[in-house]
Nanobody, 123 residues
Framework: QVQLVESGGGLVQAGGSLRLACAAS????????RAWFRQAPGNERAFVAA????????TYADSVKGRFTIAGDIAKNTVYLQMNSLKPEDTAVYYC????????????????WGQGTQVTVSS
């Protein structure tokens, strides 16, 4: 089992920045892929970014490429999502997820989830 706890959400104006953190505990070595998803009201949960600590590869949704950066601190078992140039359409609950295999954009491929953190971007 892996436990994930997100933090860092909040209210920010358009064009601003936020950094989300996802701290992991439990059998973390068995789940080297960490990802961020987001869910806006009335929408399905959508992939944002993922990182694989075996090799360090990253992948991003087209909608955030160039604005968001995912990075990990293995010693702290924490993954970060740096979000710059935020837009109102980035408003959502952001979830951290973990899995044992390589990166995936599908929610169904991730067995471990955090509780989510709200990000609100005002115009």
């Amino acid at each position: 089992q892996v436990q994930l706890v997100e933090s860092g959400g909040g209210l920010v104006q358009a064009g601003g920045s936020l950094r989300l953190a996802c701290a992991a505990s439990g059998r973390t070595l068995s789940s080297p892929t960490r990802a961020w998803f987001r869910q806006a009201p009335g929408n399905e949960r959508a992939f944002v970014a993922a990182i694989n600590w075996v090799g360090g590869s990253t992948t991003y949704a087209d909608s955030v490429k160039g604005r968001f950066t995912i990075a990990g601190d293995i010693a702290k078992n924490t993954v970060y999502l740096q979000m710059n140039s935020l837009k109102p359409e980035d408003t959502a609950v952001y979830y951290c997820a973990a899995r044992s295999f390589g990166s995936s954009r599908s929610t169904g491929d991730y067995p471990y989830w955090g509780q989510g953190t709200q990000v609100t971007v005002s115009s």
